[in-house]
């Protein structure tokens, strides 16, 4: 069904949208009038900070307690609404509601930790306790809050859990400062939050407060979230304090570097997300920001270098051709150098090698100078080499392996590479000489 | 104002259905560590909701249902999906998971310019319990058992009978295959039920509940019944088929109370009534806490007594053995002023006066004496304190002079060391039995 003006509401009608490449620039560098401008700057300096504090609390583990002190902050909100009320002041201030919400999630937190010391508690259910028991005194209250007269309390919780269209320019002058104190934070503590995060065992036995350093964390993480939740809304806040920093994890394992990568995902989901929803019309930025961080998680995870899906995929499949060229030249050298075609399908078969390997394996071997493939396979002395070496180390695990393992002989099979990496010389020696008197032939070199 | 059969039925029935259900569902959320799972759905179906809404412009129909369930499956296969693939720990994956959906699903509002409709948040939030009103309902309470009336039964509150029944049949029919899933995966997959498969449909019974619970109660009473009434049975039972059974009587206590609560006791105080569903989480939370401190078993009551109890037995123990090991020495009549202090809050004179209760020792003038069962408990204490010695420098091989501090804490449990020597490592005598 389409209106009068031609735009359609269904979800594919797009006509018409797309913005000019004049408007696109002027937006990206603050120069899309006022309001977008407080919007793109607030929203990129939320990202950052979200994106620094995120990452401690995913390395504690903790990735949603964001969520669970985002829903706590509501009855800290309406008590605060109450008690001005009572005391005569306009309950709607946000300063004061602000208060509220804060020390309403820190009681929050101090909540969670408290209940992890009940028996048979553990860390999500905590949390999602807290969560859901606080909101609902929240929801409670504001309840009451609604029947008051003249209490002025209309649509109090959307004025608290922001909409990031209506920003006001306080709200990006909040988010610098807001940014600013999780950066220095980050930068000061960094060291005490690292061996926090990775052994808070060893940290309470080397006397570090790891009691008040948690707390210091999780205090952070209040205040982005009460900064980020008037401004921008519940969900914005807690995907800014959780996509960037496990878009970061994939990038480094470093702490310095997963720090400033979450604080530069998170910045640029914010910049790319409010850009692109002030270009395109009826798109809500608090939406886009997310679906761009989304899709920055997505890149991370699939492109990163190591820790990323497509670099293990490629890391395994190396792997196996490796352990393949191995099999191979190890079978041919002990069958005096050659393979017919049919001794090579055998032990394929054998070795569960799929239609792509078969397919690719005579030209590796040619390509690394170990085989001819005229008429199956026939080694090369570097071929014959390796495999005479691949059959040794063979021998010797699975010495090692029955003698000093307990593995029962029939049991043994054998990915591993050279066995001096792994064992040391006089071990090595040790297993020759076994294996020699038992085989009665030598061990090859 | 009172409970009302035309006003109160149908959203106390609807409370009541939706927290049992949530409730017996839970407890293997919970046990699995996936409490939050039932947070993540109910943001991520949006989507499927609008999807389904926009697919069939019926706002009420069972299309919305099915296509917040699909979203609620969707959701639990992308968060495996994360977490396998990016080895990505658990809650980092439900976050990511339901907020993107979540995003995606207020995107598709907006683009649909669907504003008019009423898929707001704060509906998806509190739910409209007060709009299950019933008006050809019968003026009294008995008259609800006429099969004309029930005929009329709002549709969501039959969505919710269907899926509390459904989800009592499962956790009976499958309850050996859902426990051992739950408590031990992989011991599971090897005896032949995949855990991979009960999850899923664990899963989809969760969904199916969550989005069947919705409309009446709202998320947040969602969340709530799939977390607190399991961990509150967990504090009062150790056993699997007990705590299903205790979760649902919770949760069933806490739909009622709760009710009750934000309906009658606002009206007693001449306040207008407050929100139901939060009064429910509330009152859910207040039963933990009531649990977590006067279980039984796992209360902060219970442990506090037990621990008195405990260290009570330790000092009165304590005593009896200096007292012994004075006796060994030669004196039978110690003055209680040269008993030094212990470290901890029983004085010797509190030890000494327990001790008297118990009958294993005797004040004589301003000195003790033990009594003669007091010999024989302070020989056992004794007795196990030298065993332990000779135990752990034999077996432990601790050297001698470092075994005194440990001993002295293990003589206090009801364990003996397999020792035969006669003699400890001190050389002193290891009296017999």
Not at chain 1, 422 to 442: M, Y
Not at chain 2, 114 to 129: E, N, P, S, T, W
Not at chain 2, 257 to 279: F, K, M, R
Request: glycine share 8%.
């Amino acid at each position: 069904m389409t209106t009068a003006s031609g735009r359609g509401t269904s979800l594919t009608d797009v006509a018409d949208d797309w913005p000019t490449l004049a408007e696109t620039l002027r937006v990206m560098t603050f120069n899309g009038g006022f309001n977008t401008n407080v919007v793109v700057l607030a929203t990129t300096m939320l990202g950052i900070a979200a994106g620094i504090v995120g990452v401690f609390a995913l390395l504690r583990k903790r990735s949603l307690m964001g969520d669970a002190l985002a829903h706590a902050t509501l009855p800290g909100i309406a008590v605060a609404f109450i008690v001005a009320f009572a005391l005569g002041w306009q309950g709607r201030s946000l300063p004061v509601l602000m208060v509220g919400a804060t020390v309403s999630g820190v009681v929050g937190v101090l909540c969670v930790q408290w209940l992890l010391r009940v028996p048979r508690v553990h860390e999500d259910a905590a949390i999602g306790i807290v969560l859901s028991v606080f909101f609902g005194v929240g929801v409670v209250l504001l309840s009451v809050i609604q029947k008051l007269p003249n209490a002025n309390a209309g649509g109090i919780d959307t004025f608290i859990y922001g909409q990031t269209a209506a920003m006001a320019p306080a709200d990006s002058y909040l988010m610098a400062a807001v940014a600013m104190i999780a950066v220095l934070a980050a930068a000061l503590l960094l060291k005490e939050m690292a061996i926090v995060c990775f052994n808070d065992g060893f940290a309470r036995v080397d006397g570090w407060p790891v009691g008040l350093i948690d707390l210091l964390m999780m205090a952070l993480v209040v205040i982005v979230t009460v900064a980020g939740l008037q401004a921008v809304g519940l969900i914005l806040v807690i995907a800014l304090l959780i996509i960037p920093a496990v878009s970061a994890r994939f990038w480094t394992e470093r702490l310095w570097l997963l720090v400033i990568v979450a604080g530069c995902i998170g910045g640029m989901s914010g910049y790319l997300g409010s850009v692109t929803s002030a270009l395109l019309p009826r798109k809500p930025a608090g939406a886009v920001i997310v679906l761009v961080a989304g899709g920055l998680f997505l890149v991370s995870m699939f492109v990163a270098p190591r820790r990323g899906v497509l670099a293990s995929l490629l890391r395994r499949l190396r792997l196996r051709v490796k352990i393949a060229v191995d099999h191979v030249t190890e079978f041919a050298a002990e069958r005096g150098g050659h393979l017919d075609v049919d001794a090579v399908r055998r032990l394929g078969e054998l070795r569960g090698w799929g239609m792509v390997l078969r397919w690719w394996l005579p030209g590796h071997l040619r390509r690394l100078g170990l085989a001819t493939t005229v008429d199956g396979i026939r080694l090369t002395n570097a071929g014959k080499d390796r495999g005479k070496r691949v059959a040794r180390n063979h021998r010797l695990w699975e010495r090692y392996l029955v003698t000093h393992a307990d593995i029962a002989p029939s049991h043994i099979d054998w990915t591993v590479d050279e066995v001096e990496h792994v064992l040391d010389a006089d071990v090595i020696e040790r297993l020759e000489r076994e294996t020699e008197a038992a085989n009665g032939k030598a061990v090859p070199a | 104002m009172t409970l009302t059969p035309s006003l109160d039925f149908f959203p106390l029935l609807a409370a009541l259905l939706a927290a049992a259900t949530c409730g017996l569902l839970g407890n293997f959320l919970v046990l699995r560590r996936l409490s939050l799972m039932g947070d993540a759905i109910s943001h991520s179906v949006l989507p499927g909701l609008v999807i389904a809404f926009l697919i069939t412009s019926d706002r009420g129909g069972v299309a919305m249902f099915v296509g917040a369930a699909l979203a609620g499956v969707l959701t639990v296969v992308l968060i495996e999906v994360v977490k396998k693939l990016g080895r990505v720990e658990p809650g980092a994956a439900m976050g990511v998971v339901f907020s993107v959906l979540f995003a995606a699903g207020v995107l598709l509002i907006e683009q649909a310019a669907a504003r008019h409709v009423d898929l707001a948040a704060d509906c998806l939030l509190y739910g409209q319990l007060e709009t299950l009103a019933w008006f050809e309902a019968p003026t009294t309470w008995l008259g609800l058992f006429d099969t004309a009336t029930l005929d009329a039964m709002p549709r969501s509150v039959v969505l919710l009978l269907i899926v509390a029944v459904a989800s009592v049949v499962l956790s009976v029919l499958l309850f050996k295959e859902l426990r051992i899933a739950a408590f031990d995966p992989g011991l599971a997959t090897t005896q032949g039920v995949s855990a991979t498969v009960m999850h899923y449909v664990l899963m989809t019974f969760v969904a199916a509940a969550t989005v069947a619970s919705f409309e009446a109660v709202g998320s947040i009473l969602v969340i709530a019944m799939l977390i607190v009434p399991a961990v509150t049975a967990r504090l009062l039972t150790n056993r699997l088929a007990p705590q299903l059974v205790v979760s649902v009587v919770v949760a069933l206590m806490a739909g009622a109370g709760g009710y009750l609560a934000a309906t009658i006791v606002p009206a007693l105080l001449g306040a207008a009534s407050v929100n139901a569903a939060g009064s429910m989480t509330v009152m859910a939370g207040v039963l933990l806490v009531v649990a977590a401190v006067f279980s039984p078993t796992h209360g902060l009551v219970a442990r506090v007594v037990r621990r008195r109890r405990l260290s009570r037995r330790s000092a009165v123990d304590d005593l009896l053995a200096r007292l012994l090991r004075h006796r060994e020495r030669g004196t039978h009549r110690v003055p209680l002023v040269e008993l030094k202090p212990t470290p901890g809050l029983i004085t010797p004179a509190r030890s000494a006066a327990f001790a008297e209760r118990l009958g294993l020792v005797r004040h004589d003038g301003d000195a003790l004496v033990l009594t003669d069962t007091g010999i024989e408990r302070a020989t056992d204490v004794v007795r196990r304190h030298r065993q332990w010695e000779t135990y752990l420098v034999n077996e432990a091989e601790l050297r001698p002079d470092h075994v005194h501090d440990t001993a002295e804490q293990l003589e206090h449990l009801p364990v003996k060391p397999d020792v035969t020597d006669r003699t400890d490592p001190h050389g002193r005598p290891i009296p017999g039995k």
